[in-house]
């Protein structure tokens, strides 16, 4: 340890040496850098330490962002540096040049301010002279020559150099000093006190370094060569077309050679598609104008010049402003806003928009399409549309092969031409509609374009090329995913926009629809009023849509109405109210038929989900003297019928309980019709829906004109949970439901059904047959069973309404109810 004696003349501690820290930079013996003193303490250390004949310690700092470094901010080896020359700036700082003597390692800081000062012992070179290391020294030598043969920039002096070193460390150290190497290889090199093992691992860095700089050789040769083909060519086209304009020989189909070689070479294409695109105008310019083959090869060259192989448009994802222009466009969709807003983070954050395809499913109306207009427009994408629905041949997307008469390429490349980039937003519409026949399935081919693994090198049959997909953001909607292939499934991401409820749809028109129709007919703000009430009627009476589309039809029938009596008198100003909307519309189109249909006895309504959204059934039983037949009709499914069937064996199972004889099912036939025959109808939803409907005929009681309900039902009379919950309180609500039923284990659902609506009716979750009985028929038919009994005593139903939850108690033991 160094004596605490102070030396009379500079302040620094006898066996102690002022440290300046580098940011970037390693001092090796025997090698001098220059050096930028920016810092107050390291120019005081730089001034005091040439004033007074001192040396210096140079060591490299841990992190070089450090501002003002500490003690624990530097590396504890460095090197003792002589400073040779110095010169001040104008602006105070110094420029130094410092010659590396000595490695040292610190033992221990002694000061901090106004410098750090240290107490140091010398590290001294372990060479161990043999064969190995003078075959080492010669090869690392060799290395470095071969390394400079790559850089004409650097000067001859230092080969020669490095061919006079004879001492394998100082060879070692000049090397270190003049290669491209990090900050900590620089230091890993200065630490390693072991002459063999630093000659080692410069070696290793210096082979790599060589290996990278050959690669960069041999790119930068290939495009020279390139370029010298492509000048030479040049130069002999040049050449010959002054020739042949010179002698009078212009060729028409000489000149159209040469304009589609002027196009290829601006569509910098990949090498595989340009070698195809030089051998088919090579083809061309041997082929007959009047030969059928010319147009052929003429219209394919058209479609390879007209593509868009490199051209692409910049993205700019801002994502404030991204949901700034989705707020913008629509109202509400947080979920599915939120959604869109994290895909494009990750994209920006990665460079890339990769990921899984969205795949936007719901209604018509609910503004699927427009979602992906506002997505390109966010980015500043090109946005192209392809519908799908439809389409049965396979040849629609791959495109026609071009052995055909009029072939042509299939609709994903045409897009691609017409978006004019590689990288646009390629909205594919209705793919749910895509259909499959003998001549192949469209769905099987869209699994490579929607591939992100695959459609890098995409292959359509016209084009006979790989073109590269990968940029593409692919956005997919439909209706519904029934008709979807499972493995097409697989490929997307599903985010599901359900209906919208009326205060929303009062919001959109509000806010988009209204003004969009007054521009399109021409009718001014102050010629043309609807007020609120006017809206509201028009969304209940007028139009029963899960999305706005037929509003904004009603909207725009109620101007044009407007626009032609102000073409007749320019003074007339309109203002729509409820009490006059039937001028402009005519006779109200829809009624609440919930009541009148179900004024009847065995008449129940159920709920389901359709392609246009959530809605209402109407279920309908009738009792008649038979010898026990069950008929089943309105055109229902095969799970639908198994549902119908496990009412039935549940309540001939409870007949006592249900006050009937012991014979009533085998003397009475049951008829269970679902109207709206023509339309298909599936789905274990309806179970307890169709329970409730024979219950009400065996007990000759009328269901609650206010319940519509859903679940499935078992043997045992449980209520299972089922799908769609929010579409299907929907579609309750604009029928004018009030009450809905539904499993209790659907209530992780609620959530997501709007707020307005769950403030305005009244959802009961319900776990068991009997309590939907009791609920939709007003008494309880049916007494728990044994097992239900000690299972659900005491046991509290929350029934949602307002926000809240009632409480209810079911008591253990009921008396069975006679018919």
Same mark, same amino acid.
């Given at each position: 340890?160094?004596?605490?004696?102070?030396?009379?003349?500079?302040?620094?501690?006898?066996?102690?040496?002022? +440290?300046?820290?580098?940011?970037?930079?390693?001092?090796?013996?025997?090698?001098?850098?220059?050096?930028?003193v920016?810092?107050?303490?390291?120019?005081?250390?730089?001034?005091?330490?040439?004033?007074?004949?001192?040396?210096?310690?140079?060591?490299?700092?841990r992190?070089?962002?450090?501002?003002?470094?500490?003690?624990?901010?530097?590396?504890?080896?460095?090197?003792?540096?002589?400073?040779?020359?110095m010169? #001040?700036?104008p602006?105070?700082?110094?420029?130094?040049?410092?010659?590396?003597?000595?490695?040292?390692?610190?033992?221990?800081?002694?000061?901090?301010?106004?410098?750090?000062?240290?107490?140091?012992?010398?590290?001294?070179?372990?060479?161990?002279?043999n064969?190995?290391?003078?075959?080492?020294?010669?090869?690392?030598?060799?290395?470095?020559?071969?390394?400079?043969?790559?850089l004409?920039?650097?000067?001859?002096?230092?080969?020669?150099?490095?061919?006079?070193?004879?001492d394998?460390?100082?060879?070692?150290?000049f090397?270190?000093?003049?290669?491209?190497?990090?900050?900590?290889?620089?230091?890993?090199l200065?630490?390693?006190?072991?002459?063999?093992?630093?000659?080692? #691992?410069?070696?290793?860095?210096?082979?790599?370094?060589?290996?990278?700089?050959?690669?960069?050789?041999?790119?930068?040769?290939?495009?020279?060569?390139?370029?010298?083909?492509?000048q030479?060519?040049?130069?002999?086209?040049q050449?010959?077309?002054? @020739?042949q304009?010179?002698?009078?020989?212009?060729?028409?189909?000489?000149?159209?050679?040469?304009?589609?070689?002027?196009?290829?070479?601006?569509?910098?294409?990949?090498?595989?598609?340009?070698?195809?695109?030089?051998?088919?105008?090579?083809?061309?310019?041997?082929?007959?104008?009047?030969?059928?083959?010319?147009?052929?090869?003429?219209?394919?060259?058209?479609?390879?010049v007209?593509?868009?192989?490199?051209?692409?448009?910049?993205?700019?994802?801002?994502?404030?402003?991204? *949901?700034?222009?989705?707020?913008?466009?629509?109202?509400d969709?947080?979920?599915?806003?939120?959604?869109?807003?994290?895909?494009?983070?990750?994209?920006?954050?990665?460079?890339?928009? $990769?990921?899984?395809?969205?795949?936007?499913?719901?209604?018509?109306?609910?503004?699927? $399409?427009?979602?992906?207009?506002?997505?390109?427009?966010?980015?500043?994408?090109?946005?192209?549309?392809?519908?799908?629905?439809?389409?049965?041949?396979?040849?629609?997307?791959?495109?026609?092969?071009r052995?055909?008469?009029?072939?042509?390429p299939?609709?994903i490349?045409r897009?691609?031409?017409?978006?004019?980039?590689?990288?646009?937003?390629?909205?594919?519409?209705?793919?749910?509609?895509v259909?499959?026949?003998?001549?192949?399935?469209?769905?099987?081919?869209?699994?490579?374009?929607?591939?992100?693994?695959?459609?890098?090198?995409?292959?359509?049959?016209?084009?006979?090329?790989?073109?590269?997909l990968?940029?593409?953001?692919?956005?997919?909607?439909?209706?519904?995913?029934?008709?979807?292939?499972?493995?097409?499934?697989?490929?997307?991401? +599903?985010?599901?926009?359900?209906?919208?409820?009326?205060?929303?749809?009062?919001?959109?028109?509000?806010?988009?629809?209204?003004?969009?129709q *007054? @521009?399109?007919?021409?009718?001014?703000?102050?010629?043309?009023? +609807?007020?609120?009430?006017a809206? *509201?009627?028009?969304?209940?009476?007028?139009?029963?849509?899960?999305?706005?589309r037929?509003?904004?039809?009603? @909207?725009g029938?109620?101007?044009?109405?407007?626009?032609?009596?102000?073409?007749?008198?320019?003074?007339? #100003?309109?203002?729509?109210?409820p009490?006059?909307?039937?001028?402009?519309?005519? %006779?109200?189109?829809?009624?609440?038929?919930?009541?009148r249909? !179900?004024?009847? !006895?065995?008449?129940?309504?159920?709920?389901?989900?359709?392609?246009?959204?959530?809605?209402?059934?109407?279920?309908? $039983?009738?009792a008649?003297?038979?010898t026990?037949?069950?008929?089943?009709?309105?055109?229902?499914?095969?799970?639908?019928?198994?549902s119908?069937?496990?009412a039935?064996?549940?309540?001939?199972?409870?007949?006592?309980?249900?006050?009937?004889?012991?014979?009533?099912?085998?003397?009475?036939?049951?008829?269970?019709?679902?109207?709206?025959?023509?339309?298909?109808?599936?789905?274990?939803?309806?179970? !307890?829906?169709?329970?409730?409907s024979?219950?009400?005929?065996?007990?000759?009681?009328?269901?609650?004109?206010?319940?519509?309900?859903?679940?499935?039902?078992?043997?045992?009379?449980?209520?299972?949970?089922?799908?769609?919950?929010?579409? %299907?309180?929907?579609?309750?609500?604009?029928?004018? !439901?009030?009450?809905?039923?539904?499993?209790?284990?659907?209530?992780?659902?609620?959530?997501d059904?709007?707020?307005?609506?769950?403030?305005?009716?009244?959802? +009961?979750?319900?776990?068991q047959l009997?309590?939907?009985?009791? @609920?939709?028929?007003?008494?309880?038919?049916?007494?728990? $069973?044994?097992?239900?009994?000690?299972?659900?005593?005491?046991?509290?139903?929350?029934?949602?309404?307002?926000?809240?939850?009632?409480?209810?108690?079911?008591?253990?033991? *009921?008396?069975?109810?006679?018919?």
């Amino acid at each position: 340890m160094a004596s605490r004696k102070r030396d009379a003349q500079n302040g620094i501690p006898v066996g102690s040496i002022g +440290i300046l820290p580098l940011q970037d930079a390693v001092l090796f013996p025997n090698t001098v850098i220059p050096l930028a003193v920016v810092k107050k303490p390291g120019i005081q250390l730089v001034e005091e330490a040439l004033r007074e004949g001192k040396a210096i310690g140079l060591c490299v700092l841990r992190d070089r962002d450090i501002e003002n470094p500490v003690s624990q901010d530097v590396h504890r080896v460095g090197t003792i540096g002589v400073i040779q020359k110095m010169l #001040k700036v104008p602006d105070g700082t110094l420029r130094c040049i410092v010659a590396g003597q000595q490695v040292f390692h610190v033992e221990r800081f002694t000061q901090e301010e106004p410098y750090m000062v240290a107490s140091y012992a010398e590290l001294p070179e372990v060479t161990v002279e043999n064969e190995e290391l003078v075959a080492m020294q010669r090869n690392l030598a060799g290395l470095f020559q071969k390394l400079l043969s790559y850089l004409p920039q650097a000067p001859r002096e230092m080969e020669m150099e490095v061919q006079n070193i004879t001492d394998p460390s100082v060879l070692s150290y000049f090397v270190a000093s003049t290669m491209r190497l990090d900050t900590a290889d620089r230091q890993a090199l200065l630490e390693e006190r072991n002459t063999a093992k630093r000659m080692r #691992k410069l070696t290793m860095l210096l082979t790599k370094e060589l290996e990278v700089v050959e690669l960069g050789h041999k790119i930068q040769s290939d495009i020279q060569r390139e370029m010298e083909k492509n000048q030479r060519e040049f130069y002999l086209r040049q050449q010959l077309r002054a @020739i042949q304009e010179e002698l009078g020989e212009a060729d028409p189909q000489q000149a159209e050679a040469n304009e589609l070689r002027a196009k290829i070479d601006e569509a910098k294409m990949p090498e595989e598609a340009r070698k195809t695109a030089d051998r088919e105008l090579e083809r061309l310019s041997r082929v007959p104008q009047a030969s059928p083959e010319y147009s052929v090869i003429r219209t394919y060259l058209d479609w390879l010049v007209q593509l868009p192989w490199n051209a692409e448009t910049a993205d700019h994802i801002d994502i404030e402003k991204a *949901r700034a222009v989705l707020d913008e466009d629509h109202y509400d969709l947080d979920k599915i806003k939120d959604r869109i807003v994290e895909y494009l983070a990750v994209g920006k954050l990665k460079k890339r928009l $990769t990921g899984p395809i969205l795949c936007f499913v719901g209604p018509p109306g609910v503004g699927k $399409t427009s979602l992906g207009h506002s997505i390109a427009r966010a980015m500043g994408r090109k946005f192209v549309r392809l519908s799908v629905g439809g389409v049965r041949d396979e040849a629609e997307i791959r495109g026609h092969r071009r052995t055909y008469i009029g072939a042509m390429p299939g609709s994903i490349v045409r897009s691609m031409r017409d978006a004019a980039t590689k990288n646009p937003v390629m909205m594919i519409d209705e793919i749910d509609k895509v259909g499959a026949d003998f001549r192949g399935d469209p769905q099987s081919a869209l699994l490579e374009v929607l591939d992100p693994e695959q459609n890098v090198n995409f292959r359509d049959h016209y084009l006979d090329l790989p073109f590269d997909l990968s940029h593409v953001l692919f956005i997919c909607t439909a209706n519904s995913l029934d008709t979807v292939s499972p493995a097409l499934r697989d490929r997307m991401e +599903i985010i599901q926009l359900s209906g919208y409820t009326e205060l929303e749809k009062m919001q959109i028109a509000k806010r988009y629809l209204l003004e969009k129709q *007054r @521009i399109a007919n021409g009718v001014r703000d102050a010629q043309a009023h +609807i007020g609120d009430a006017a809206l *509201r009627t028009i969304i209940t009476e007028y139009t029963r849509e899960a999305g706005v589309r037929n509003l904004e039809r009603q @909207i725009g029938t109620v101007f044009r109405k407007v626009a032609r009596k102000i073409a007749s008198d320019p003074r007339y #100003k309109a203002r729509v109210k409820p009490e006059n909307l039937n001028e402009y519309l005519g %006779k109200q189109r829809f009624f609440n038929e919930a009541r009148r249909r !179900i004024a009847s !006895i065995g008449v129940a309504t159920g709920m389901v989900v359709t392609p246009v959204g959530g809605d209402i059934v109407f279920i309908e $039983t009738q009792a008649m003297p038979g010898t026990g037949k069950v008929s089943l009709t309105g055109q229902l499914g095969d799970v639908m019928k198994e549902s119908a069937h496990a009412a039935v064996s549940f309540l001939r199972s409870r007949s006592n309980e249900l006050g009937l004889p012991e014979d009533y099912f085998a003397k009475h036939d049951l008829h269970v019709h679902v109207p709206a025959g023509a339309t298909p109808k599936d789905g274990p939803s309806a179970g !307890i829906t169709i329970a409730t409907s024979i219950s009400s005929v065996l007990m000759a009681i009328k269901v609650d004109p206010a319940v519509a309900m859903t679940g499935e039902i078992t043997l045992t009379g449980q209520v299972l949970p089922i799908g769609g919950l929010k579409e %299907k309180v929907l579609g309750a609500k604009r029928a004018g !439901i009030t009450k809905v039923l539904f499993p209790k284990r659907n209530e992780v659902d609620l959530d997501d059904i709007p707020k307005e609506v769950r403030d305005t009716m009244e959802l +009961i979750p319900v776990e068991q047959l009997s309590e939907v009985f009791e @609920i939709a028929l007003g008494k309880r038919i049916i007494a728990p $069973t044994v097992f239900e009994s000690g299972r659900r005593a005491n046991n509290v139903v929350p029934m949602h309404r307002n926000g809240a939850v009632k409480r209810n108690r079911i008591h253990q033991h *009921r008396r069975k109810v006679r018919r």
